[in-house]
């Protein structure tokens, strides 16, 4: 099947907590599209589920990661970067078959001072900023080598008022949801 646009995400381009409607939603609007999102994708799984698809896009959206960072607070012992981003790549390396148009959205910066206690974690864990600014410089650096688009939502969002665009440390409101949306219509549409 062929879409105008699509995405594959995590809960923030699912919509959690907003009654499953997110910025994606907004901008798919009176267009076909699809939206292969879910909460607490992590890169592998969207690895999977793009290996799957058999669509062809127009645009393509890939909005993940988050939740490959998250950390127990005692120790930063995550996959490692360098794990994470050619998992990374061969998602790219797939949606160049997919799609005409590729765009990276960058991770949001996190509210740190409500971590490590999350009521949707289910244990207690972490992220700083500096982890998230460091992992966005890496998925500018496969966007310019993949000829994809990448959405610095992350210095958008940072010059927000973080509290009145959260829910919680993550996931946005309906505020942050119409507020990514309106940095998206600036570069999509």
Same mark, same amino acid.
């Given at each position: 099947?062929?879409?105008e646009?699509?995405?594959?995400?995590?809960?923030?381009?699912?919509?959690y907590?907003?009654?499953?409607?997110?910025?994606?939603?907004?901008?798919?609007?009176r267009?076909?599209?699809?939206?292969?999102a879910?909460?607490?994708?992590?890169i592998?799984?969207?690895?999977?589920?793009i290996?799957?698809?058999?669509?062809h896009?127009? #645009?393509?959206?890939?909005?993940?990661?988050?939740?490959?960072?998250?950390?127990?607070v005692?120790?930063?012992? #995550?996959?490692?970067?360098?794990?994470?981003?050619?998992?990374?790549?061969?998602?790219?390396?797939?949606?160049?078959?997919k #799609?005409?148009?590729?765009?990276?959205?960058?991770?949001l910066?996190?509210?740190e001072?409500l971590?490590p206690?999350?009521?949707?974690?289910?244990?207690?864990?972490?992220?700083?900023?500096?982890?998230?600014?460091?992992f966005?410089?890496?998925?500018?650096?496969l966007?310019e080598?993949?000829a994809?688009?990448?959405?610095?939502?992350?210095?958008?969002?940072?010059s927000?008022?973080?509290?009145?665009?959260?829910?919680?440390a993550v996931?946005?409101?309906?505020?942050?949801?119409?507020?990514?949306?309106?940095?998206?219509? #600036?570069v999509?549409?």
């Amino acid at each position: 099947m062929n879409y105008e646009i699509g995405v594959y995400g995590d809960s923030i381009a699912y919509g959690y907590g907003n009654e499953n409607i997110s910025w994606f939603d907004m901008l798919s609007n009176r267009k076909k599209g699809i939206k292969h999102a879910q909460n607490g994708e992590k890169i592998v799984d969207v690895l999977r589920k793009i290996r799957e698809d058999k669509n062809h896009y127009q #645009t393509l959206i890939i909005a993940v990661g988050i939740n490959d960072l998250l950390h127990p607070v005692d120790c930063s012992d #995550t996959e490692s970067m360098s794990m994470l981003l050619d998992k990374y790549k061969k998602i790219l390396e797939i949606a160049h078959l997919k #799609t005409n148009k590729i765009f990276i959205q960058s991770l949001l910066p996190v509210r740190e001072k409500l971590f490590p206690k999350q009521d949707w974690l289910e244990n207690e864990m972490s992220v700083s900023n500096n982890e998230i600014a460091m992992f966005n410089q890496n998925l500018l650096k496969l966007a310019e080598d993949y000829a994809g688009f990448y959405l610095d939502a992350l210095n958008k969002f940072a010059s927000l008022s973080l509290s009145e665009n959260y829910m919680d440390a993550v996931h946005l409101n309906s505020l942050g949801q119409q507020n990514l949306f309106r940095i998206y219509q #600036t570069v999509c549409m």
